[in-house]
């Protein structure tokens, strides 16, 4: 069974780095508005958690979306391709 997060009031599976990446970038753009985040919850059939977050920068979500980002794309079977080799002839 999924380990669900709730992240922005938003249920996310924690197994789905694209679904992640997806709502970190909804937090992202939250906290660049000036808005909070107060709390999260986690849900698993063993535990239940709420932890209250006020405290990242945009520079950890920026390494933790880029890192997600990348799982997403393994996930997908998607190769990531480098400036240097989309330059070349």
């Known amino acids: 069974m999924p380990t669900m997060v709730k992240i922005d009031g938003t249920l996310v599976d924690m197994d789905d780095p694209c679904a992640l990446a997806t709502a970190l970038r909804a937090v992202r753009y939250k906290r660049i508005s000036g808005g909070q985040i107060e709390e999260s919850e986690i849900r698993s059939p063993v535990m239940h958690q709420r932890i209250k977050v006020a405290s990242s920068t945009i520079a950890q979500l920026d390494a933790e979306i ?7 794309r393994q996930k997908n079977g998607q190769c990531r391709i480098g400036r ?5 002839y």
């Open 84 to 88: 240097r080799w989309s330059l070349r």
């Open 66 to 72: 880029v890192k997600l980002d990348e799982l997403c």
